[in-house]
Every structure is written in structure tokens, then in C-alpha cells.
């Protein structure tokens, strides 16, 4: 692993325990896992799925433009990971345990984040009245891949402006 890298890790290690503390009552680990699993794809899939069918050609608009952006994201994503290779958070240190299972080995950037963001912003851009749930919602799951062990703050924070500047980008171009 490079040098930088590893001090990082080692920096952000010490704010990882702090943020995982809370996570061992029960209550909120299982909060934090259902958002986290929610934030998979469940409920961003499952809105894709309705905008067309609560709002037609509109929602099937947003839909696909929240597809596209969403693809996009998962290729620079995947990209980042095999470019990086920071081992998560409870693979750097033994006393940050995963409190849900990582989908995959490395951690920056959070795809959780990134595809969050990037779906929120799209959504909100057709549909404004949205971001009533959909804004707590992405700060939610951004905040519960810390929470559950899972990430550095920093794979959330970067993700987060890397899916600000890619849905930007992406509602330049295509509005």
C-alpha cells in the first residue's frame, strides 16, 4: 500500500472507532444495516420503477436519465477500486469490526454514496418535491457506511463530491 495511504488510514482509523461506537446498540446497528441494505439498490431501483408509472413520459425521462448517470457512476466507481485498493476500515484495523457484510473487498470511494448522490440529485432535478425523503435519505446511507465499519470517512466524502460534479454534469448535458 502506498505510504499516504497508509497514514490516512491509520489517521482515519481513530474517527472510525469514534463513529462505530455508537452502532454497538443494537437498535441503531440494525437502523444503520436496514438503511445501508436499502441503500443497495432497493429503493433507488424501486423508484426507478415507479417515476414511470406515477408520472409517465416525465418519470420515464428521469428514470432512464437516472439510469444512465447511475451506469456511469458504477464504471468510475469499480475503476476507483481496483485503482486505489484501500482495504476497508475493519480490514486496516482488528477493533473496527463490519457490522454487515462489505460487498466487496476495497473501500474508496463508497458506491452507496456515490450512487445516492447521484440518483438524488437527478430525481430532485424533475422532481423537487422529492428531496423531502430523498436528501435524509442519501445522508443516511452515507453516514451508515462509517457507522457499520464499512468506510473512511473520506471514501463518503469524496464520493459524495464525486457524485455531485457527475450528476452535474449529467443534467448539463442531457437537460
Known sequence: MQM???HLNDLE????????????????QRSFALISRLGDGIFWYSLIA???LTHGAYGLQTSLH???TGGVALALYK??????RRERPCNHASDIVALVPPLDRYSFPSGHTLHAV??????????PQLAWILVPFTLLVAGSR?????HYPSDVLVAT???LLLADTSLALLD
Open 13 to 28: 482509523s481513530t474517527l472510525c472507532r469514534a463513529c462505530s461506537r455508537p452502532s454497538r446498540r443494537q437498535w441503531i
Open 66 to 68: 437516472m439510469l444512465l
Open 50 to 52: 415507479l417515476l414511470p
Open 146 to 150: 462509517v457507522i457499520l465499519g464499512l
Open 161 to 163: 463530491g464525486i457524485g
Open 118 to 127: 447521484v440518483f438524488t440529485m437527478v430525481a430532485t432535478h424533475y422532481f
Open 79 to 84: 475503476s476507483l477500486k481496483r485503482f486505489t
Open 4 to 6: 499516504w495511504l497508509q
